[in-house]
């Protein structure tokens, strides 16, 4: 199983159970998070862009992969992706580069993966 299936199937099963418990709080949160990067004042296409850099500053693996992912729905180039990568790294320091590293394996894997689609996913964070 690919990096992004796995990644992508194991998110939507979890997020199944999660809503399954009908925690409205939770509910509510995810809510928000989804709401958050609808088209608004900046295009779907920035939102993503800084929810990557700010989740490779933050250091969050699963966030990394989510929001590559949602970069490359977005039709993100190696060029912007790229772009993304060196201001995270500039923000966030030396720390960042093991999660830039596979970052990178991860949007390699994603273009792969773009020639042969797989299932699609919950659009929960």
């Known amino acids: 199983m690919s990096l992004v299936t796995e990644f992508n199937d194991y998110r ?27 088209e608004g004042a900046l295009d779907i ?26 970069c490359h729905e977005q039709n993100l180039t190696d060029e912007e992706i790229y772009e993304v990568f060196a201001i995270a790294n500039l923000i ?3 720390i960042v580069i093991p999660h830039f590293r596979r970052a990178v394996e991860y949007w390699e894997e994603l273009k792969v993966e773009a020639v042969t689609p797989t299932a699609p996913h919950s659009h929960e964070a």
């Open 12 to 38: 939507a099963r979890m997020n199944e159970k999660i809503m399954a418990a009908d925690n409205k709080v939770i509910k509510r949160f995810f809510n928000l998070d989804t709401n958050a990067y609808q």
């Open 45 to 70: 296409k920035t939102k993503e862009m800084l929810g990557l850099a700010c989740s490779m500053v933050l250091r969050c693996d699963d966030c990394i992969k989510y929001h590559l992912g949602k």
């Open 92 to 94: 966030g320091g030396s």
